[in-house]
């Protein structure tokens, strides 16, 4: 099973700052990296694909990108609509496999 | 628009089966995977499996074979059954839709594109 690995845990920001999260994966997942962000008792919402692509809506402030089996987001000017959990998740391998979160909580 | 709608039984008792089924409302039913994901209360997602529009399916080994997802696709659903529940199977459930990607060797699903409101379930004696 492919592992992956968000880090930070919770990350505190103020609202304006630039906000980057990681995820490492286990072993090779080529660019088949997913980015998605998750409000309390809400789904999941799909933000970045192939690790770079942005879905369809999502603000120009997010971005993602790769290095090897190393994977950022990046929120370049946090909003308030922002703060939340973010998962990463590999569609390479079987199983299909997420990180374990990362919050980004008000500082 | 395309949207997910899923019901199913909220309470379980151990031991029981858990059935699940997702409506697809609009959008194409032949071109995506269709998946299972669970989150148990203040964790993060797991994958349970995919079923393609052939019928074909793929099933995270973690859950035992204990899984089973099918197609209707006349009616443009799926659905879960998860058998010999216990407490440890609690959490909210979705249901999501995956796009294909492609390479030499076949199609694949990718990242999970649409997705259903979640249900809680409980397993509980």
């Known amino acids: 099973e492919t592992v992956m690995t968000q880090s930070p845990v919770t990350l505190s920001a103020s609202p304006g700052e630039r906000a980057t999260l990681s995820c490492r994966a286990s072993?090779?997942?080529?660019?088949?990296l997913a980015w998605y962000q998750q409000k309390p008792g809400q789904a999941p919402r799909l933000l970045i694909y192939s690790a770079s692509s942005r879905a369809t809506g999502i603000p120009a402030r997010f971005s993602g990108s790769r290095s090897g089996t190393e994977f950022t987001l990046t929120i370049s000017s946090l909003q308030s609509e922002d703060f939340a959990v973010y998962y990463c998740?590999?569609?390479?391998?079987?199983?299909?496999?997420f990180g374990q979160g990362t919050k980004v909580e008000i500082k | 628009q395309v949207q997910l709608q899923q019901w199913g039984a909220g309470l379980l008792k151990p031991s029981g089966t858990l059935s699940l089924s997702c409506s697809v409302h609009?959008?194409?039913?032949?071109?995506?995977?269709w998946t299972w994901i669970r989150q148990a209360p203040g964790q993060g997602l797991e994958w349970i499996g995919e079923?393609?529009?052939?019928?074909?399916?793929n099933y995270n080994p973690s859950l035992k074979s204990r899984a089973t997802i099918s197609l209707d696709t006349s009616e443009k659903s799926f659905s879960l059954n998860l058998n010999s529940v216990a407490a440890a199977d609690t959490a909210v459930y979705f249901c999501?839709?995956?796009?294909?990607?492609?390479?030499?060797?076949?199609?694949?699903?990718?990242?999970?594109?649409?997705w259903g409101q979640g249900s809680l379930v409980i397993v509980s004696s």
């Open positions: 999501a839709r995956s796009p294909t990607w492609t390479d030499t060797r076949g199609h694949y699903s990718a990242y999970f594109d649409r």
């Open positions: 072993q090779s997942v080529s660019s088949n």
């Open positions: 609009g959008g194409s039913f032949s071109e995506y995977f």
């Open positions: 079923i393609n529009p052939d019928g074909s399916t």
């Open positions: 998740q590999q569609y390479n391998n079987w199983p299909r496999t």
